[in-house]
């Protein structure tokens, strides 16, 4: 059965930062895109990051450009969001989400992990 | 970017209707198009992908349709189970867009 576990989310002031991982099993974790998106409260969803499989060619939305930083550990099956630079507008629920199997690099999700709330507030 | 509008935003029907979402594209985006059901607190699920193929373990009272800019999630025999909000997502180009939900609601 996939899983996929967030961790790390919490309450930080603006101008801080925090550090969110997606623990991965039940499927061959380096074999797979792995993506970031948020729902702010109440809102809807929001790409924010993806990584290849190898983690050495990485995506980002314009919002997070140059303040977030993806990554990934093959070798223990998880995903990494280092947020810096956290401003109240990325407060939100951040979910991690594998892409689905489709050989022709089709960019849909077929697992979402249960989310990490991340509060920016003073 | 390509702009993902979706209608309605909510939506009221009874248990046994037949209820349509539409979602369209501000560019053609083939049929690189995904439907997902996001109940409340929890995660979004993968419904539909390639516009009209159904997800392993998703009801066939859903179906997806469409192409290029015009899309089309219904919903047969509406159940209780199906009250949630449903989102659509391009991803034809980067970056990777959503639509802005539609929320369906049980008379």
């Known amino acids: 059965e996939v899983q996929l576990l967030e961790s790390g989310g919490g309450l930080v002031q603006p101008g801080g930062s925090l550090r969110l991982s997606c623990a991965a099993s039940g499927f061959i974790f380096r074999n797979y895109v792995m993506t970031w998106v948020r729902q702010a409260p109440g809102k809807g969803l929001e790409w924010v990051s993806s990584?290849?499989?190898?983690?050495?060619?990485?995506y980002y939305a314009e919002s997070v450009k140059g303040r977030f930083t993806i990554s990934r550990d093959n070798s223990r099956a998880t995903l990494s969001l280092q947020m810096d630079s956290l401003r109240a507008d990325d407060t939100a629920m951040y979910y991690c989400?594998?892409?689905?199997?489709?050989?022709?690099?089709?960019?849909?999700?077929?697992?979402w992990g249960q989310g990490a709330l991340v509060t920016v507030s003073s | 970017d390509i702009q993902m509008t979706q209608s309605p935003s909510t939506l009221s029907a009874f248990i046994g209707d037949r209820v349509t979402i539409t979602c369209r594209a501000s560019h053609d985006i083939d049929s690189w198009l995904a439907w997902y059901q996001q109940r409340p607190g929890k995660a979004p699920k993968l419904l539909i992908y390639k516009a009209s193929s159904l997800q392993t373990g998703v009801s066939s009272r859903l179906s997806g349709s469409g192409s290029g800019t015009e899309f089309t999630l219904i919903i047969n025999s509406l159940q209780p189970d199906d009250s949630a909000t449903y989102y659509c997502q391009q991803y034809h180009s980067s970056p990777i867009t959503f639509g802005g939900g539609t929320k369906v609601e049980i008379k």
């Open positions: 990584i290849r499989q190898s983690g050495g060619d990485t």
């Open positions: 989400a594998k892409k689905g199997p489709a050989a022709d690099g089709s960019q849909y999700y077929d697992y």
